[in-house]
């Protein structure tokens, strides 16, 4: 008959489970870590207000904010960007669609826009302004200023108002790129 034994056996580590159990949690810290930074620069989502963008974007359509592209490059023609006015943190934000890039000088003639003299040549339709503000005599971009126009130009408060005026680089946010309204609007923005 075998006596009483109160002696702790000594429980040995199983490495194999220990090395999977180490990968699992290292590929988890991995992927929330690029998810974060994805959701970051890539997904934030802010609520369109008013109706100075449609067709494209209609007031409380929800879209996606890409904040990466513009420390890459700067906003370009046609570029729909979001930024504050006049950096005043107390705004909402704005969506308007780039027009004028640093260096053009803006005008705006008979309800269209003319970039150094010339016809402005837009992907979009939009219909002739009423209204030219600040464009009626030349405005001439500085070396971090962009001229900003809504799509729905003759229901659009943007770079023609002295409210608004040219938007400096450091003012926008990044650029609108994805519409993530549930129907018919749900897509890529143009």
């Not at 107390?90 to 150094?116: C, L, Q, W």
């Amino acid at each position: 008959m075998a006596g009483l034994n109160f002696r702790r056996r000594k429980k040995r580590i199983n490495m194999a489970v220990l090395r999977e159990a180490v990968i699992w949690i290292g590929e988890a810290v991995l992927a929330f870590g690029f998810a974060c930074i994805l959701v970051s620069f890539f997904g934030s989502a802010l609520s369109n207000v008013g109706q100075s963008m449609e067709p494209a974007i209609y007031s409380g359509d929800q879209v996606l904010v890409n904040r990466l592209v513009y420390r890459v490059k700067a906003p370009d023609y046609g570029d729909l960007v979001v930024f504050k006015p006049n950096g005043n943190e107390n705004a909402h934000y704005h969506i308007k669609r780039v027009v004028g890039v640093p260096g053009d000088t803006v005008t705006i003639e008979s309800g269209r826009v003319f970039i150094d003299g010339e016809l402005l040549k837009e992907e979009i339709l939009t219909e002739g302004m009423h209204d030219p503000g600040v464009a009626a005599g030349p405005v001439e971009l500085g070396e971090d200023e962009f001229f900003v126009l809504g799509d729905n130009r003759n229901n659009s408060e943007d770079s023609r108002s002295a409210d608004i005026g040219n938007v400096r680089r450091e003012d926008i946010m990044g650029m609108a790129w994805f519409n993530i309204t549930p129907g018919e609007r749900f897509g890529w923005l143009p």
